[in-house]
């Protein structure tokens, strides 16, 4: 079966330091989405890129975050630097085309102490 | 604004039982709604989809009804097994945009 594979799966780091989060989407979609999954907000839309253009990254906290696709087989989300609110599971989900069959990897569980 | 929320945080049912997991959206314009089923340390799987055009769409074992009157998702699940124990989601999209807007999500607990 196809999949979305994200690394790593676990980031346990300290406050103020460089997180970075990997995606690598399904071979042949063009359409990759970052969300985050936190207990109080549920699933959240971070940002989005189509053929690795950024089209929305409106649910994005801009001063810290920032969403890059610097190849098709490749999605990063970083955050810089990071905090305790910033705990929370990131999912990578990628579709062929628009929002019909989205799959999603497996998730990085972050941890900010 | 934007939401799709759910009735219930946890539903309890007994093995073999039929379950119904609600959905309520707020967005007439919602055009696309999604199930998803979600067990413990993965990813959101995707379950069934229906537009709205649709009423009703079957699957294996599962049904989503859509009721755009009272702006209304369903999913049932028949002959639950122990196996569909996890936290269910509805989501939808509409609008243009490719983003999807997720309810809380239903825990479904099945009783031996």
Not at chain 1, 2 to 9: D, G, L, M, S, Y
């Amino acid at each position: 079966d196809a999949r979305v594979t994200q690394t790593p799966r676990h980031k346990v780091t300290e406050m103020g330091q460089e997180v970075t989060m990997r995606c690598q989407p399904i071979l042949g979609h063009n359409t990759v989405f970052w969300y985050r999954q936190t207990m109080m907000q549920g699933l959240e839309l971070l940002a989005y890129f189509r053929n690795r253009a950024p089209l929305d990254d409106s649910g994005m906290p801009k001063d810290r975050f920032s969403a890059e696709m610097p190849d098709a087989t490749l999605a990063t989300l970083k955050i810089q630097p990071s905090e305790p609110r910033d705990s929370a599971v990131y999912f990578c989900a990628s579709t062929e085309t628009g929002p019909y069959g989205y799959t999603f990897g497996s998730g990085t569980r972050l941890t900010v102490v | 604004g934007e939401s799709v929320g759910l009735h219930l945080p946890t539903l309890s049912v007994q093995e073999g039982d039929n379950s119904i997991i609600n959905c309520a959206y707020s967005n007439s314009a919602s055009d696309y709604f999604i199930w998803y089923k979600q067990e413990s340390g993965k990813g959101p799987q995707f379950i069934i989809d229906i537009r709205s055009n649709m009423d009703k769409r079957q699957g294996q074992r599962v049904t989503v009804l859509l009721n755009k009157t009272v702006k209304h998702l369903s999913l049932q699940i028949a002959a639950t097994q122990p196996g569909d124990s996890a936290v269910y989601f509805c989501a939808r999209s509409g609008g243009g945009a490719d983003g999807l807007t997720f309810g809380k999500g239903t825990h479904l607990i099945i009783q031996p």
